[in-house]
């Protein structure tokens, strides 16, 4: 069985996965023009549907695999792989060109709000595929409901600091600039594969029934 995880290590993958790096950028686009009341709606309304979506998704996916009976090896293992990939599809885009900007939703105030906090603000601007696969993996290998409760505690937090990300996402992006949240976005998707490395070796070492000697997580 793989070493126990804990929740420091559960915090880091969640931040480089579901939280605010990637979002700040893209909440600052999308409410240029809007009123600080208007933001703080907007930034309330996709952080709950972002939690409620994967609180589903966690149960969804946590039945399942206990019905396939999968196991935690081989969850860590596959984890970690799409870990990894979903850092190198980040780091490839640097390359691609810049999508063409996104018209802007048709329809009533009301529903064009609808439509920014689904997308892109919930999806993907917070919910990555690569979060998803964390918040399953963790889900998956808890032991117990204390190492369950950490896991709802880390995504409780992140979402907190996703909500304050929105909230000042216009002084961060005066302050700092799209191109050195790029740069660190770029730093943090080169640990997200390191980690997911990490968790191949677990799974790994613990479907060998070898001990794990590398330093506790």
């Known amino acids: 069985m793989a070493a126990p995880i ?27 023009g809007l009123d600080r009341k208007t933001r703080i709606g907007l ?38 792989f799409l870990l990894m990939i979903g850092s190198l599809k980040i780091l490839s885009s640097v390359l ?3 999508a063409p900007p996104e018209a802007p939703p048709a329809g009533s ?9 689904i997308s892109p603000l919930a ?4 919910i990555t595929p ?4 964390a918040l399953l993996l963790f889900v998956g290998v808890a032991e117990d409901q204390n190492r369950l409760g950490g896991v709802a505690v880390a995504l ?12 000042f996402a216009g002084p961060v992006m005066r302050t700092v600039g799209l191109p050195a949240m790029s740069v660190l976005g770029w730093v943090f998707s080169i640990l997200q594969a390191a980690l997911g490395v990490t968790f191949m070796l ?16």
């Open 96 to 98: 691609a060109p810049p």
């Open 43 to 80: 930034a309330l309304k996709s952080a709950a549907l972002a939690f409620a979506i994967l609180v589903a998704a966690a149960v969804v996916g946590s039945t399942l695999a206990t019905n396939w009976r999968i196991s935690r090896e081989a969850l860590t293992i596959t984890g970690g």
């Open 6 to 32: 804990n929740l420091g290590f559960i915090f880091a993958i969640f931040f480089l996965t579901l939280g605010p790096l990637k979002l700040i950028p893209t909440f600052y686009g999308v409410t240029q």
């Open 156 to 167: 409780v937090v992140i979402m907190l600091l996703n909500i304050v990300g929105m909230i």
């Open 123 to 126: 999806i993907p601007g917070i």
């Open 202 to 217: 677990r799974g790994l070492i613990a479907a060998l029934g070898m001990p794990w000697r590398s330093t506790p997580l």
């Open 130 to 133: 690569w979060g998803v696969v």
């Open 109 to 117: 105030a009301a529903q064009r709000s609808l439509s920014v906090v």
